[in-house]
């Protein structure tokens, strides 16, 4: 069966674009040309890109669903768009830069509905590789404050040490399956009931943390999350936008919320925190006088408005 199955749909595969014609068009080749013996439809919410994405998206696959919100909702609001148009019982939300090399779908679809009682499952990911075929980050630890705190001077010890230390758990994937806290959100397959259940994303972020929320939430109404490595798809990882400075400012006013809503408890330590390391973002010589007080400016605003 394929994307269009008038009968039933097993997986409503989703993307969100911006300005990403090239790859998004990439991976959609990469879905229809690996993915055999699935019922699914595919659904792309474009975040109104100016390169022409819809007219090509269009062009090359008329039978893909383009919803235009005629504005960049961002990663969250633009997903809960898609899934609240999709037909299928599962979700599959997918980044526009990844490729799939395999029946991924079809081996995730499987998997899922078989161990989804068993094991509770919320978000299933699977491994995911760069383009050399090497692992990469496919899931992890909930951030929490104290892991933050203890996090940023470990990283500036590794930097002159050249060592590798965190309070993040480090994953080899090597199982079949391994429970982890929270699926990264470049490939995350979860039934649409429990996407609903939640709510979905929440809206009030826009890029960022968004996936990491949505876990911690079902996480807490008994769901377990989990990455399989009986299949792999390729994350090109940052294809879609470069590290700039509105990109370092969405990154962290994100983060802020997720500890607000989430670690609420602490945010006061978190917020003292941040005030007490403010000289030290003026050392990220990477960035200019500038964007490093634009970056201070723009932290110190969001946690006060919390």
């Given at each position: 069966?394929?994307?269009?199955?008038?009968?039933?749909?097993?997986?409503?595969?989703?993307?969100?674009?911006?300005?990403?014609?090239?790859?998004?068009?990439?991976?959609?080749?990469?879905?229809?040309?690996?993915?055999?013996?699935?019922?699914?439809?595919?659904?792309?919410?474009?975040?109104?890109?100016?390169?022409?994405?819809?007219?090509?998206?269009?062009?090359?696959?008329?039978?893909?669903?383009?919803?235009?919100?005629?504005?960049?909702?961002?990663?969250?609001?633009?997903?809960?768009?898609?899934?609240?148009?999709?037909?299928?019982?599962?979700?599959?939300?997918?980044?526009?830069?990844?490729?799939?090399?395999?029946?991924?779908?079809?081996?995730?679809?499987?998997f899922?509905?078989?161990?989804?009682?068993?094991?509770?499952?919320?978000?299933?990911?699977?491994?995911?590789?760069?383009?050399?075929?090497?692992?990469?980050?496919?899931?992890?630890?909930?951030?929490?404050?104290?892991r933050?705190?203890?996090?940023?001077?470990?990283?500036?010890?590794?930097?002159?040490?050249?060592?590798?230390?965190?309070?993040f758990?480090?994953?080899?994937?090597?199982?079949t399956?391994?429970?982890?806290?929270?699926?990264?959100?470049?490939?995350?397959?979860?039934?649409?009931?429990?996407?609903?259940?939640?709510?979905?994303?929440?809206?009030?972020?826009?890029?960022?943390?968004?996936?990491?929320?949505?876990?911690?939430?079902?996480?807490?109404?008994?769901?377990s999350?989990?990455?399989?490595?009986?299949?792999?798809?390729?994350?090109?990882?940052?294809?879609?936008?470069?590290?700039?400075?509105?990109?370092?400012k969405?990154?962290?006013?994100?983060?802020?919320?997720?500890?607000?809503?989430?670690?609420?408890?602490?945010?006061?330590?978190?917020?003292?925190?941040?005030?007490?390391?403010?000289?030290?973002?003026?050392?990220?010589?990477?960035?200019?006088?500038?964007?490093?007080?634009?970056?201070?400016?723009?932290?110190?605003?969001?946690?006060?408005?919390?």
């Amino acid at each position: 069966m394929g994307e269009s199955d008038i009968y039933t749909i097993g997986v409503s595969v989703i993307f969100v674009n911006y300005n990403s014609t090239d790859m998004l068009i990439e991976s959609i080749r990469s879905v229809k040309r690996h993915t055999h013996h699935a019922s699914y439809e595919l659904i792309v919410v474009d975040n109104a890109s100016s390169d022409g994405s819809v007219e090509a998206i269009r062009e090359s696959f008329p039978i893909v669903k383009v919803i235009e919100p005629n504005e960049n909702l961002g990663f969250g609001r633009a997903n809960n768009l898609g899934a609240k148009d999709a037909k299928g019982e599962y979700l599959f939300l997918l980044n526009s830069d990844t490729l799939l090399i395999e029946n991924s779908i079809k081996k995730l679809y499987d998997f899922y509905i078989e161990n989804e009682e068993k094991l509770h499952i919320g978000v299933l990911g699977c491994t995911l590789v760069d383009k050399d075929l090497d692992l990469i980050h496919s899931g992890g630890d909930f951030p929490t404050i104290w892991r933050y705190i203890f996090d940023n001077p470990l990283r500036v010890l590794n930097k002159i040490f050249k060592t590798n230390k965190s309070t993040f758990k480090k994953f080899s994937y090597n199982d079949t399956l391994t429970k982890v806290d929270m699926v990264t959100g470049a490939d995350m397959f979860l039934s649409k009931k429990s996407f609903d259940k939640v709510g979905g994303f929440d809206e009030r972020f826009f890029l960022y943390y968004e996936e990491t929320d949505m876990e911690y939430k079902l996480m807490k109404l008994g769901y377990s999350h989990y990455i399989t490595n009986i299949t792999k798809i390729i994350h090109l990882e940052g294809g879609s936008m470069s590290y700039s400075n509105w990109k370092r400012k969405i990154v962290q006013n994100s983060q802020t919320l997720y500890f607000k809503l989430n670690h609420s408890k602490f945010f006061l330590l978190y917020a003292l925190y941040e005030f007490l390391i403010t000289p030290i973002r003026f050392l990220q010589l990477k960035y200019s006088f500038k964007d490093n007080l634009d970056f201070v400016r723009s932290n110190i605003k969001n946690i006060s408005n919390l």
